[in-house]
Structures are given as C-alpha cells and as structure tokens.
C-alpha cells in the first residue's frame, strides 16, 4: 500500500469528540493514515500495544474501547471490530508499529507532544473549578466548530449564519444565537458560547460533534439539507436531555462572568 503525505493535521482531523467532550481515534481509521493495507496485520499491532499497556498498569478497556462498526461489502452489510482509542493507545500503537512506515514516525511525535490539557480523564476533568471545567469545553467547542464548518463547506452551506442557527434552534427550542444572547443580556456580539456554564457548552459540543459526523456519514450535500440535518441534530440532543430528566440548555444559569472576563483577571486559569 503506498503511503499518504502525511502531516499532524491529519491525526487531527480524524479525531472524533463523544458524548463527554472526551477525544477518540478510530482504529480503523488510523490504520490507513499509518499505511496498513490489511487489518489483520493492524490487529497484531495493537495487540502489542494493548500488552504494552497493560504493563504500564492501566485500564486497557478504557483505552481501547471495542466497538462494532457496519460496513457494506457488495450488496450486503457487515460488522467488523473497531476500536475507539484514546490518545494514549494511539500512541502505544506508535510505538508497535512498523518502523519502516514514515507515518509511524510521525504519529509517535504527534501523539506523545500533545498538551496535558487535551489527554484530561474523567477523574481530573472532574477535579477541575467549574471555570477550568468552562474553559475546557470551550476549547473543545473551538475546535469542534472548526471541524464542523470545515464538514459544512463540503456539503455546500454558504450561509454559516443560518447553518448555525439551524443547530440551534433544534437544541434550544426554537432559539437563535441572537436569542440567546439576548435572554442572557449580552451585549451586541459577545460569544454566547463564552457565557455557558460547562454543562450547557457540553450540550452544544455533543451537537456540534454529532452533527458533523452525521453530514460525512449521510454524505450530505446541499445547504438545505445541511441546515436540516443540523436542527434535527439539536431537536433530538434536547428531546435526549428531556428523556433523562435533565435541565433544557436555556433554562440552564449564565455564569456571572464571562470567559473572556475570567481570563483577563486570572490567565492561569488557561494553562
């Protein structure tokens, strides 16, 4: 198989965000950026990695999450093993690669240099200030909505403005960004997103994530369908919330100061 021209934006962009807010890379996916023709020889590597963890006495399910995933051979469907991995594992199946593969060399560079910040647990993240918490979200909003746009601009969406607002709507039940800021009396153009508490702003990162991985796996693309994709996407994160008894996004408080606030009287609170 000949190799991809690689760089580390490309590990970046087949990063996937859950639920939570945590970061995954498929391990199928990631077998194709590192050259592997054949997953059986792929499965061997990880195998070694999941030994190498294992070693290091961590938790070898959480870092590499077996999940199914269906795939259609012909005119049939099929599942095949997949992994979701953290950027730990990515890293050991670095290592266990096949030296001779330029990409190998890469990933390990990639994967090991990475700040503290983005490889949180669940354990630190839940140690965090709910400010740290705020700022942690919101760099994964940053980013998730880069993707999106970037997902968005493929499927032919010109006008952003109304592909988020779409997005939304179906989240907040039938609001707009301007609506929203003004139910939270922000001034003219402030970013509503920096003023959510954490667990609004991980209500929107879920639909932000969502909706990008479904216009890639619906292979939308037109606007219209985009815009209707990204409400539905919305409607049905705020009917998930309802189902589980949780606070709807707009009933949720707005923090007393905003994160642009915060950082200009503590920028600690961003390292």
């Not at 965090?128 to 998730?144: I, P, S, V």
Request: glycine share 6%; hydrophobic share 30%.
């Amino acid at each position: 198989m000949q190799e991809l021209e690689i760089s580390n934006s490309v590990f970046e962009s087949i990063k996937h965000i859950d639920e939570f807010g945590h970061e995954y890379w498929s391990a199928r996916e990631l077998k194709n950026i590192l050259g592997y023709s054949q997953w059986r020889r792929f499965n061997d590597v990880i195998e070694k990695a999941k030994i190498a963890c294992e070693k290091s006495n961590l938790d070898i399910l959480y870092h590499f999450a077996g999940v199914g995933k269906i795939v259609k051979t012909g005119d049939s469907l099929r599942m095949v093993c997949d992994y979701k991995l953290s950027r730990y594992a990515c890293y050991l199946i670095a290592q266990n690669g096949d030296s001779r593969k330029k990409a190998i060399a890469l990933a390990q560079t990639y994967f090991a240099i990475q700040t503290r910040r983005q490889e949180l647990s669940e354990k630190e993240y839940s140690l965090l200030t709910e400010d740290e918490k705020r700022f942690y979200q919101r760099d994964l909003t940053k980013k998730g909505n880069y993707s999106l746009n970037q997902a968005a601009k493929n499927a032919g969406v010109k006008n952003f403005d109304k592909f988020h607002n779409a997005g939304y709507k179906g989240l907040y039940n039938g609001e707009t960004a301007n609506d929203i800021a003004k139910r939270k009396g922000l001034r003219y153009r402030e970013d509503i997103l920096d003023n959510m508490g954490s667990v609004e702003l991980a209500a929107n990162l879920f639909r932000i994530t969502q909706t990008e991985e479904k216009i890639k796996n619906d292979h939308v693309d037109n606007e219209n369908d985009a815009n209707i994709t990204h409400y539905n996407m919305g409607r049905d994160i705020r009917e998930f919330i309802a189902k589980r008894g949780g606070t709807m996004p707009e009933d949720l408080p707005t923090p007393e100061k905003s994160l642009k606030e915060l950082e200009k009287e503590n920028p600690k609170l961003l390292t």
